[in-house]
């Protein structure tokens, strides 16, 4: 099977699984098998190209020309890499989530979900594999209409109000920015191709790449940088599995993987660094990440006081990018990974309270790690990870952008990462308290009766989950190793582990270094 088929198949089954799904739509265990099988298949794959990837190539599909100087093409890159591993794995675990929840809930138009589902899938994929800016732009709105009807799921008025919000923001930053941003950087470039190093050097003055950056980073309206951040906690009103997949991971991560290829791929770091024009880069994302912050303390709704804490996380992303050193750029890179992991467990787990307990304020959950101490223990790693606390994944991404920071004496960086650890610390560590040591209300016993832990799918995903959580902090070494080789392809940054001590996951062994110009096995046949 030769890579170029690998990609074909990761973009075509979650397109397939989502036309299969209504033809069993009479028969739910049928329904989800399809889902499930789905998911797996996409997994496989997945797994089939990091193995060619941490071998040496660099899969590519294409590119077909629909008109002179536009194409669509598909191209295999470390970072890319790094976002389709993280989607594919969680859409097996969310899909696990998926039945427990909407049948424990009783969720109407479960079908139509799942179909949704599978789209938002394959336009993710399509966005991680994409060879140039008009591909990535093609599959990036497709993921926003798509997740469009599971936002307004419930269909009520909340709901709705909350669509049109999701709508005018994404759709209206890109059109009226990011559309613009590379229209504009085709003409001055002639290519729209992610190409190493960027392909603006020579092509735009200081100022000009100054207004681009601006162009792109509030262009690209799923990476929540205030104040283009109102859609994320407005979308909060859809089901948890949505919260979960496409607000802790798809959609959200579509936008910050996007800045940093954009940051990595189209400016290169050294054409900004040079440039001297994208200071404001750091202050609004720290801005952000604090203010962000401060507004999650004073929520009491769990998936709010969620939804804050996501758009300060994306943040750590854009700040990373912004300090515009290599090893800040793998944290970025890190960072992806290890919130997705981090916020879907804790997505899970509010989902899980809300089906067991039907309590959704903060302030009615006092005691309840001791009915469900799965469901709070794994919150309780999740809020660890989001503060940075070792051993979880979340401590892995800050300490990258901190060497970053520290290497180009960018201050403003380390102070903000400081502060928001505390912050982080002070909206997330209260919450675990009070489940495990504060008293159960009375009152709340009476509403909601002596439950126990939710329907058994959601707590094996939220396990998973959490465990993925330790574990991404504990064996790091290929998710390091392919961030390094986004930014420097394949040379040792400092700080960063040995890839030599990397196992060969995908069964292929290869002398060549991750980053070098090796060839796809059937481009040498031919």
């Known amino acids: 099977m030769t890579s170029s088929d690998l990609i074909l198949y990761a973009l075509a089954i ?47 599909l294409g590119p077909v020309e629909v008109m002179p100087r536009l194409e669509i093409g598909f191209n295999v890159e470390p970072l890319g890499m790094i976002f389709a591993c993280v989607a594919s794995t969680l859409w097996v675990i969310n899909s696990i989530y998926s039945i427990g929840y909407m049948r424990g809930n009783n969720e109407p138009r479960q079908t139509s979900f799942y179909v949704c589902f599978g789209v938002s899938l394959g336009a993710t994929m399509g966005i991680a594999f994409s060879a140039n800016l008009f ?23 909340n709901a709705m109000k909350a669509g049109r919000v999701y709508l005018m923001l994404l759709i209206g930053t ?22 190493p190093g960027g392909i603006l050097a020579g092509n735009a ?45 798809a959609v959200v991560k579509a936008g910050v993987f996007t800045v940093t290829k954009v940051v990595v791929y189209i400016f290169g770091i050294d054409v900004l660094a040079s440039a001297g024009t994208v200071d404001w880069m750091l202050w609004v994302s720290g801005g952000t990440i604090l203010l962000a912050s401060l507004v999650a303390l004073r929520q009491d709704n769990l998936k709010r006081r969620l939804a804050f804490s996501t758009v300060s996380q994306l943040s750590y992303v854009v700040m990373a990018a912004a300090i515009l050193a290599p090893i800040s750029l793998v944290g970025a890179a890190v960072h992806i990974a290890a919130h997705a992991v981090s916020k879907i467990t804790l997505f899970f787990a509010a989902g899980s309270v809300y089906t067991a307990a039907h309590v959704t304020e903060i302030s009615q959950m006092k005691g309840i790690g001791r009915r469900m101490p799965w469901t709070m223990v ?77 329907p058994l799918p959601i707590v094996i995903a939220l396990t998973l989950t959490a465990i993925g ?56 046949a031919q």
Do not use: C
């Not at 732009?137 to 926003?144: D, P």
């Not at 979880?392 to 290497?407: N, R, S, V």
């Not at 961030?483 to 060969?504: F, H, T």
């Open 469 to 524: 959580t330790v574990a991404l902090f504990l064996f790091p070494d290929t998710l390091v190793f392919l961030a390094q080789s986004m930014v420097d392809g394949g040379a040792m940054v400092e700080g960063v582990p040995d890839p030599d001590m990397l196992a060969d996951p995908g069964g292929v062994g290869s002398d060549t270094a991750v980053g070098t110009e090796a060839a796809p096995a059937e481009e040498e």
């Open 135 to 157: 591909t990535l732009f093609l599959f990036y709105e497709l993921l926003t209409l798509v997740t469009y009807p599971l936002v307004t799921h419930k269909g009520n008025e």
């Open 205 to 249: 003055s200081p100022a000009l790449i100054g207004v681009l950056a601006f162009l792109f980073v509030y262009g690209i309206g799923k990476a929540a940088v205030m104040p283009v951040h109102f859609w994320l906690p407005a979308a909060m009103v859809a089901p948890t599995p949505v919260s979960a997949l496409l607000h802790a991971v």
């Open 174 to 195: 890109s059109m009226l920015l990011l559309l613009p941003a590379i229209v504009w950087t085709g003409f001055l470039a002639g290519t729209l191709d992610f190409t």
């Open 378 to 454: 794994a919150f309780a790693i999740g809020a660890l990870s989001m503060i940075g606390v070792p051993p979880t994944a979340g401590f892995l991404g800050k300490w990258f952008i901190l060497q970053g920071a520290y290497e180009t004496e960018k201050w403003i960086a380390v102070g903000v990462v400081i502060l928001s650890t505390g912050l982080n610390a002070a909206y997330f560590l209260p919450i675990v308290f009070s489940a495990f040591f504060e008293k159960e209300r009375p009152e709340h016993v009476g509403e909601h009766g002596d439950h126990g832990e939710a």
């Open 14 to 60: 979650p397109f397939v699984t989502a036309i299969l799904i209504p033809l069993a739509h009479r028969v739910p265990n049928l329904r989800e098998a399809i889902t499930l099988v789905g998911a797996g298949g996409l997994f496989v794959t997945v797994m089939m190209i990091l193995g060619r990837v941490l071998a040496g190539e660099r899969p590519s």
